[in-house]
């Protein structure tokens, strides 16, 4: 029984292997034959061209109306399936033509979290009189988008979207193009690649509130300890309600108006998102963590700045701030610092 077992699965193993070895060797020639670029326009070397089930149907019909008219001897009949047959013979190259010359361009791959989608944006323009029309872009296992390309300089930009489960560099797979105008009798389909690469941010994870006050930035140490009372920041127009004990009597005796003293806290009032404030957790729960603290503190509008180890950013805020700093957290080596 147990050998019987082993021998089952040794045979599901091999039939997986043979799959794989076949997609391998598919992927390798269709890098020799269409390249990676970022701009691609389609031609007969990109191009494939076969009949679908509902085409496959359609011969099955002209072939019983031509053993129609045979049994029968009725021209009507042979009429019909000679044009039918007719029909047939040239649905393909106006299927074929309705994608050749169509011009597909990677405008932008945008940055995303892993678990959500990216978006890439392609331009879709015609090079030639034709129009391009009911064309179907997608990764599989996605429904991607149908798109018309018509008249028009700037032709179309459509955006398709890419599940992410890693962060990183991802590469995205070959994107399918497809069409089956005018009839669906016939599928005209190429595998492209636009050489896409997202860039995937560790999934924001929340490790509580922003550590505020937590710790101090490299140089401000002596900002953070200074004197335990308030500092003394400077004077201002005295204002009915201002605390008596503030009032600076001296400069109001000496014959000027009447101020008031200001002080400021001696404390560190920027935020530092430290690689250390999260010991004990695992590499890639400290990375979604400090994305979590990074999206916070710029919702909020609080200058900050991240420690990593071996580098740091001074505090800042802005969108150019958030991309540089999650793009550090995206990049971090898969493994570096343990917990």
Request: hydrophobic share 45%; net charge positive.
């Amino acid at each position: 029984m147990l050998e019987k077992t082993a021998t089952t699965r040794s045979n599901s193993a091999n039939d997986n292997r043979i799959p794989r070895l076949f997609r391998k060797r598919w992927l390798r020639w269709l890098d020799r034959r269409a390249p990676a670029s970022a701009s691609v326009v389609l031609n007969h070397r990109r191009l494939f061209v076969i009949p679908t089930l509902a085409g496959m149907g359609f011969v099955l019909v002209v072939t019983l109306l031509w053993l129609l008219g045979t049994n029968y001897e009725n021209n009507l009949v042979f009429a019909l399936a000679f044009l039918l047959a007719g029909l047939f013979v040239v649905l393909p190259v106006h299927t074929f033509a309705n994608l050749s010359g169509l011009k597909l361009q990677l405008v932008e791959a945008e940055p995303a979290f892993a678990g959500d989608y990216g978006q890439a944006r392609i331009r879709l323009t015609k090079t030639g009189k034709r129009f391009h029309e009911r064309i179907r872009l997608a990764w599989p296992p996605e429904e991607g988008a149908l798109v018309d390309v018509a008249a028009g300089r700037d032709g179309r930009e459509i955006r398709l979207d890419l599940p992410l489960v890693r962060r990183g560099r991802v590469r995205a797979p070959r994107i399918l193009v497809e069409s089956r105008f005018p009839l669906g009798l016939f599928r005209c389909w190429s595998w492209v690649d636009l050489d896409v690469e997202f860039l995937v941010y560790p999934q924001p994870k929340s490790a509580g509130p922003l550590p505020l006050g937590a710790n101090a930035g490299e140089g401000d140490q002596e900002l953070a300890h200074s004197s335990s009372g308030d500092d003394f920041a400077g004077l201002k127009h005295y204002q009915p309600g201002d605390s008596l004990r503030h009032v600076a009597w001296k400069q109001y005796a000496s014959g000027r108006d009447l101020y008031s003293k200001e002080y400021a806290s001696g404390s560190d009032a920027r935020l530092w998102l430290d690689w250390d404030l999260l010991a004990g957790r695992d590499v890639e729960t400290r990375l979604s963590n400090l994305c979590s603290w990074i999206v916070d503190a710029e919702r909020a509008q609080i200058p900050y700045g991240l420690r990593l180890p071996g580098q740091t950013v001074a505090p800042g805020l802005g969108g150019a701030h958030k991309s540089h700093l999650l793009g550090l957290l995206a990049l971090f080596p898969v493994q570096g610092v343990g917990a």
